[in-house]
């Protein structure tokens, strides 16, 4: 039937051909038929014909339409191949990662709801554009519990991400850290570091310092969990080949935490964190000039962090941090028959105890809260230790912070401490506030009741679009303490160090910049002066995975550096013989 479709039947000559036709087959009546009935049949015959053709087109538009929904059904069957392809993938690395990290099938492994009720968990991925992991809990609740009592059910949607962190926490292990370290050197060989914590230390410092720390999940239920700590810190020398731990070549490595973590033991603070071991409370830590504004070096210790009390939270803590005393005294020596009076020096070892407590996050204004934090030192003499001076210390802090401070931030700390803490703010160096003069647990010096009193600023902002300038400012005065810089007792000072570094921001991972530091101290005691004064250029080029100065890590700075010691009264410091130097190298700065 296919030469019928054609248009052809529309022109007279077919008529002709079908009047042939016709006759041809109807011989036998054709000569008894009139005119008027083959007429008839003529007309009979052009309206079927009309008809199949009619029929014909109709046909064909639904073999087209047909066409296209194949085609399109042979569309959407291979996009759901491809995301079957990529959910088996998926699922396959998740079960390759489950397999590593747990002793038991992933089916079979017991997860506990908040209602103590444990279920097998199988795990399947979604067929979802936003490739999210489904954990489908097979347990259906109890018909006899009160649905009163029944808490909100387990989440059972995660994205990859929180998938991720689902199984770092199922498996209870986390390692972390921080460490700096490069390469340096200097027009008068080797580069020597200068009032870093007053002149700030971008620059301005050669060593490589670590922090380890390592988290071990030991218990998770029931709203109670516990964790293991430790963290070690130290320094690696960069200057020397060999890392053997040894202080001459200033390889250290120590244990600075060892403790027990625990949260959801204290019935009225399910949320606090109440810890055992050796720790203290958080450092607050001067990024640009490399010391604390609060610090507490601890022994053995018990904490409690995080109390919602009033419109704040209360941290507490008492840790032991005992010091040693050197004490000379006379004694009589017989040698070669005669008898001698010499000076005996004999270490005691006293016991301090420090009770610290801090009044944090109380809301101010918008983006602004304040801190009230205050530490007490106390010194427990035995009976035998009577004539060893060791002198109680206060350290009192007020703490301001503003956040989205010209897209940045800002804190200021006003503090006041006493006897051989208010002697470490009058460090040309480090300023820490300890109790002990150095990190050997020594307490060194005369401590008569003096005072020192100090306001410091930190934070970042945003100058422009493209620019921001990170700043730290310190301005300290103290009257009656002792000097560990002269080793003089009575001294009175008075002091300002500053950091700035303004840097243009190419993209997140580019910045140009300069740091510019500057600080001048003078100290007096019994009517004499000593002057201390010094300034330092930076000029430096950062790769770097984020805008933030002083928030975003890793960062691997190139620079240059110029130092000058202008008046050296108190450190006597110089440069390998000179009053100044120039550096150069490449610093690299990460936490992970």
């Given at each position: ?184 050197t200097s027009k008068n060989g080797k580069p020597k570091n200068y009032a870093e914590g007053a002149l700030g230390r971008f620059g301005n410092e050669y060593g490589g310092w670590y922090d380890l720390v390592f988290k071990q999940k030991v218990y998770d239920e029931d709203g109670h969990r516990v964790d293991a700590i430790v963290m070690i810190d130290g320094n690696v020398a960069t200057n020397k080949a060999a890392g053997l731990f040894n202080t001459q070549d200033d390889n250290i490595m120590q244990f600075s935490d060892i403790y027990l973590s625990t949260k959801g033991f204290i019935p009225a603070f399910p949320d606090a964190n109440l810890w055992v071991g050796k720790h203290s ?312």
């Open positions: 039937m296919k030469y019928l479709t054609k248009e052809v039947l529309k022109v007279k000559p077919k008529r002709i051909v079908l009047i042939t036709l016709l006759g041809l087959c109807y011989i036998p009546t054709s000569f008894a038929a009139t005119q008027d009935e083959l007429e008839a049949r003529i007309l009979m015959l052009e309206q079927k014909l009309l008809a199949l053709t009619q029929e014909s087109i109709d046909l064909k538009k639904q073999v087209n339409e047909s066409n296209k929904q194949l085609a399109q059904l042979n569309k959407n069957i291979q996009q759901q191949q491809i995301v079957i392809n990529n959910q088996q993938q998926a699922l396959k690395n998740q079960s390759i990662a489950i397999a590593h990290t747990s002793t038991q099938p992933p089916a079979s492994k017991p997860i506990h709801t908040s209602t103590g009720i444990q279920s097998n968990s199988v795990i399947q991925q979604q067929p979802a554009v936003d490739n999210q992991i489904v954990i489908v809990n097979d347990t259906k609740p109890s018909d006899n519990i009160d649905p009163t009592l029944q808490t909100n059910p387990l989440k059972n949607s995660f994205t990859l991400s929180e998938f991720k962190d689902y199984i770092k926490d199922e498996i209870g292990f986390a390692f972390n850290g921080y460490f700096r370290g490069g390469w340096s409370l958080p450092y607050n830590e001067i990024q640009m000039l490399d010391w604390k504004t609060q610090k507490t070096p601890a022994g053995g210790g018990i904490g409690l962090e995080g109390l919602d009390i009033g419109a704040g939270k209360l941290d507490l803590a008492l840790v032991r941090a005992d010091v040693n005393v050197k004490q000379t005294k006379k004694v009589e020596v017989v040698e070669n028959g005669q008898t001698e009076t010499k000076e005996v020096t004999k270490r005691e070892e006293v016991d301090l105890n420090e009770l610290e407590f801090r009044y944090r996050d109380i809301p101010l204004w918008q983006d602004a809260t304040l801190a009230i934090n205050g530490r007490y030192s106390a010194p427990n003499k035995s009976k035998i230790q009577d004539s060893v001076s060791v002198k109680n210390a206060w350290l009192g802090s007020f703490v301001l912070r503003q956040n989205n401070f010209f897209g940045g931030f800002n804190q200021l700390t006003l503090q006041t401490a006493t006897n051989s803490v208010a002697s470490q703010l009058a460090n040309i160096n480090t300023n820490n506030p300890e109790f002990a003069a150095n990190s050997d647990n020594d307490y060194i010096g005369t401590h008569t009741g003096g005072k020192a009193y100090r306001l410091v600023s930190e934070g970042e902002a945003y100058l422009a679009d493209k620019v921001i300038v990170a700043h730290a400012l310190a301005l300290t005065t103290g009257t009656d303490v002792y000097s560990y810089d002269l080793n003089l007792a009575h001294t009175d000072f008075s002091s300002f160090k500053s950091a700035i570094r303004p840097a243009y921001i190419w993209d997140i991972y580019n910045q140009s910049g300069i740091e510019v530091g500057y600080f001048s101290q003078k100290n007096k005691v019994k009517g004499k002066s000593y002057h201390e004064e010094g300034f330092k250029t930076t000029l430096f080029h950062s790769f770097k995975v984020g805008e933030s100065i002083l928030t975003s890590r890793p960062d691997i700075r190139f620079y240059v550096s110029y130092i000058e010691s202008l008046q050296n009264d108190i450190s006597k410091f110089d440069f390998n013989g000179k009053g100044n130097q120039i550096s150069f190298g490449v610093q690299t700065e990460v936490w992970f």
